[in-house]
């Protein structure tokens, strides 16, 4: 193991297995905010969401209408949103939200001119969270925003290609104290000098103190034990955080990758992997593995579609198949590895979400859980344009050297400013 992918080992956690879940695929909001609106309707006690987007249009709309009833029938609702993905419609989320009872909170505020200069502002909140009563989870890629609309490009008649799954089990357990946990850190970083203050004149300061400790504690980092002996549904819930799960998400690819024998299909519209992923998939497909990337081709962001092309031709030299995904937008971040280790989550295989964001992934090890996700993937690149390895994707010569060292510095810049340390 060259040291690269030594130091990318010991700095992630590995993936903490449960078994006796359950897992159910769902295919974007059309599936996803019918599953949502059902749960919540039957919510008794409370409901726990985070989310990096909410525009309140279309089918959004239900999800809405089910939180802002749940809290008037007394669930205590709490709703954490970005700073940055939810500014614009902050204002209409409060009208809908906060009125009816639900309880708020913002992660990293954008609210004054010069919160765009603090420190850590491009670390965002990229999960997509939803616990009730401790019961069912929501996890994976789809924002509280309609399938056919786009903050940017407005509305389509095609539905964007996304992915989340409803949990139940053991593995709720972790992800309700992962998005309470965040939750609360929001509200203790809009109100820090009060409950210092708090704290200070209350009649129990320390116990005071440990009950706030409480609140914002994460579950531990897992060991990884034997997932062999647990019974099914086995599955993991992953993070990636800038304390102790900095490497996490990233660890459990390469990991499932570096022992692939058959097949390896990712899905990701945002793809630019460090060193150490892109050996793995160039290793991979040399020894007679199936690999197979599913990336956006109806663009949205032109800087990332160079930055996914810039390593085209690289990968496809090797074997890998590409395929870029033309009927809609593609916001889908999943991934399949031979028959029985499949992802669902937010993350997609870029610096922003493998070294920057605050992401969630559901790892899950079940044969019939990973032929569902196999067949909408394979469903997903008949409909998609396969990329020709004999043709060059980037220029060559100078022009296409310049190109990718571009794009190369754009990505060292940027992690460099929002403060990421380390190898990529």
Not at 250 to 263: G, N, Q, V
């Amino acid at each position: 193991m060259r040291s690269a992918d030594t130091a990318l080992t010991r700095a992630a956690v590995r993936a903490q297995y449960s078994g006796g879940n359950e897992a159910r695929l769902l295919q974007g909001g059309d599936e996803l905010f019918p599953a949502m609106v059902q749960a919540i309707a039957s919510a008794r006690r409370e409901i726990w969401l985070a989310t990096y987007i909410y525009t309140d249009e279309g089918l959004v709309k239900e999800v809405t209408r089910a939180l802002a009833d749940a809290a008037r029938r007394g669930v205590s609702v709490r709703v954490l949103l970005d700073g940055f993905g939810c500014r614009v419609d902050m204002p209409v989320l409060r009208e809908a939200l906060a009125t009816a009872g639900v309880h708020i909170a913002v992660f990293r505020p954008l609210d004054r001119w010069w919160s765009w200069f603090q420190p850590g502002q491009l670390r965002r909140l990229h999960q997509k969270l939803c616990v009730v009563d401790g019961n069912v989870a929501f996890v994976g890629g789809v924002n509280l925003l309609d399938d056919r609309y786009d903050q940017v490009h407005g509305w389509s008649e095609a539905p964007r290609l996304d992915f989340a799954v409803r949990m139940k089990g053991p593995i709720v357990a972790p992800i309700e104290q992962a998005v309470r946990a965040l939750y609360h850190r929001a509200v203790l970083g809009s109100h820090f000098g009060r409950e210092l203050a708090t704290l200070a004149r209350g009649a129990e300061p320390v116990a005071r103190a440990r009950r706030l400790m409480k609140r914002l504690r994460m579950a531990p980092p897992g060991t990884g034990p034997d997932v062999a002996g647990l019974p099914p549904v086995r599955a993991a819930f992953v993070l990636r955080d800038n304390l102790r799960r900095r490497r996490a998400i990233e660890r459990s690819y390469i990991d499932a990758i570096r022992k692939a024998r058959e097949r390896v299909d990712i899905v990701s519209p945002y793809f630019y992997p460090g060193r150490a992923f892109r050996r793995v998939l160039r290793q991979a497909a040399r020894r007679g593995v199936h690999v197979r990337l599913l990336l956006q081709g109806k663009v949205d962001y032109r800087i990332a579609a160079l930055a996914a092309r810039a390593l085209y031709d690289e990968m496809l030299a090797e074997g890998v198949h590409i395929y870029e995904y033309t009927p809609a937008f593609l916001h889908a971040k999943v991934a399949l590895v031979d028959n029985e280790w499949a992802t669902v989550g937010s993350s997609n295989i870029d610096p922003l979400s493998l070294l920057l964001n605050l992401e969630a992934n559901v790892v899950v090890r079940d044969a019939a859980f990973t032929r569902s996700l196999a067949e909408a993937f394979d469903r997903a690149v008949a409909a998609s344009s396969a990329i020709d390895p004999s043709k060059r994707a980037y220029p060559t010569g100078v022009q296409g050297m310049l190109r990718r060292r571009w794009v190369a510095w754009c990505a060292r810049l940027y992690l460099k400013v929002a403060g990421a340390t380390g190898r990529y």
